[in-house]
């Protein structure tokens, strides 16, 4: 079994910074992508940030330039550090770890930008 642990959300004015950690452990053969979504009440979970094993990133059309995705391979651990928040970032952020051939889930770490 993997298990994931997210820190670092809270509470921030717009225009500020965050860094959001997702750590995996447990019995882990291997880990391919890592990533962030993002889900507010009544409405469906979008994309936020992906990192593939070597590096590759991919992000939803609404963080690009704001938002940087990283990992620590041997840590296990991947980074979404997030820059000029907006009251529309507002959310429970969720990790997800594709390891061992399937597909994880963090508990989600609530984000709140206030205006």
């Known amino acids: 079994q993997v298990h994931l642990v997210e820190s670092g959300g809270g509470l921030v004015q717009a225009g500020g910074s965050l860094r959001l950690s997702c750590a995996a452990s447990?019995?882990?053969?291997?880990?391919?992508?890592m990533g962030w979504y993002r889900q507010v009440p009544g409405k469906q979970r979008d994309l936020v940030a992906l990192?593939?094993?070597?590096?590759?990133?991919n992000y939803g059309d609404s963080v690009k330039g704001r938002f940087t995705i990283s990992r620590d391979n041997a840590k296990n651990t991947a980074y979404l550090q997030m820059n000029s928040l907006k009251p529309e970032d507002t959310a429970v952020y969720y990790c997800?770890?594709?390891?061992?051939?399937?597909?994880?889930w963090g508990q989600g770490t609530q984000v709140t930008v206030s205006s």
């Open positions: 997800r770890t594709d390891a061992n051939f399937n597909r994880y």
């Open positions: 990192i593939a094993l070597d590096g590759s990133t």
């Open positions: 447990g019995s882990i053969i291997s880990i391919n992508g």
